[in-house]
């Protein structure tokens, strides 16, 4: 039996957010989820923390400690994506309004003062959105950095490309200085990018699998799936909604079902053509050093089964 691994999840709900977190409340053999620190990105900060409170709710977890970190990227204007989301971030299924609290400490706050405070080795932090609020407590905080145990996020793309610009994929665009800063930070870092996530495709099966649910939990990710769904289908063709947040909390589950390699990656915060690119040296043609993960294939099979089995238990 192993110990849960303790995790902060840094999010910007966002439909796949939810059932990322949903995954990882309904998991607790192997995740300690310590609190949720929510970001600008998918929709401004006051939806996104709302938003988290609401899926902690849904959860039956209103005891779930919920911050607000920043509200703005470290040094662009915030860029949002409504056009994928919807107004409110998780359009679909109609939403109650949240009853719990959010917490009043600052989000970036909380970060650094875990990662100091728990055991240096034993918090993961998984980013599922813009890296803002882990480049700031990195910036403010370097101290934190050795003690971090892995930061497992959600961003970038190779083989897959960009789904913002032609370059770039959403979460490293918005801040790609940030994105340079946890890069560079020499964090254990392991990426799930598009060219993953892409991979992680949901099916009318399985979208009617946890309909069968006929639990409320059941009711709002089918529904979240479908309106989420529809901008993938218009843009790529693909059928199904890429579940791109929650591959990292099944990696964290299940690690095996994810293939990847180590290798360099770094961000492009210059160039306006390629900004927030994640340049990832797959064939190792430079002597750069290798600094993350980067996970290019998932067993999918395996992936839904996990999703749908651990989704039945809320
Ligand atoms: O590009 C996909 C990422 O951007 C996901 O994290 C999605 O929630 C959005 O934040
Ligand atoms: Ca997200």
């Not at 490293?172 to 800063?181: C, L, R, S, T």
Request: proline share 7%; net charge negative.
């Amino acid at each position: 039996m192993t110990t849960p691994r303790k995790i902060i999840i840094d999010t910007d709900p966002g439909q796949d957010d939810a059932v990322a977190i949903l995954l990882a409340l309904a998991s607790p053999e192997e995740i300690d989820l310590l609190g949720v620190v929510a970001v600008a990105g998918n929709v401004p900060l006051p939806l996104t923390e709302k938003n988290s409170r609401i899926i902690c709710e849904l959860a039956g977890r209103s005891d779930m400690p919920v911050f607000a970190g920043c509200d703005a990227p470290m040094k662009r204007k915030l860029v949002t994506a409504e056009h994928v989301h919807g107004k409110t971030g998780l359009d679909g299924p109609q939403l109650p309004e949240p009853t719990m609290q959010l917490q009043a400490q600052h989000g970036v706050d909380f970060i650094i003062e875990t990662l100091r405070a728990e055991p240096a080795g034993t918090v993961t932090l998984v980013p599922i959105g813009p890296l803002t609020n882990i480049g700031v407590a990195f910036r403010r905080a370097p101290d934190i950095i050795e003690r971090v145990q892995e930061v497992v996020l959600m961003g970038g793309a190779y083989f897959e490309v960009g789904n913002i610009t032609p370059a770039a994929e959403f979460n490293i665009y918005v801040d790609p200085e940030a994105a340079d800063i946890v890069f560079k930070s020499g964090a254990p870092i392991t990426v799930m990018p598009l060219d993953v996530t892409h991979k992680a495709l949901t099916s009318a099966k399985w979208i009617s699998d946890v309909k069968a649910l006929d639990t409320n939990v059941g009711h709002m990710v089918a529904s979240w799936t479908d309106f989420f769904e529809r901008f993938d289908t218009e843009k790529y063709g693909s059928q199904g909604a890429p579940l791109h947040d929650p591959c990292t909390i099944a990696y964290l589950i299940d690690p095996g079902l994810f293939q990847g390699r180590f290798i360099n990656v770094e961000i492009e915060t210059t160039s306006e053509l390629t900004l927030g690119m994640t340049v990832a040296d797959w064939w190792g043609v430079t002597d750069r050093e290798p600094n993350a993960m980067f996970i290019g294939s998932v067993n999918d099979t395996g992936f839904f089964r996990l999703l749908t089995e651990r989704l039945a238990r809320l």
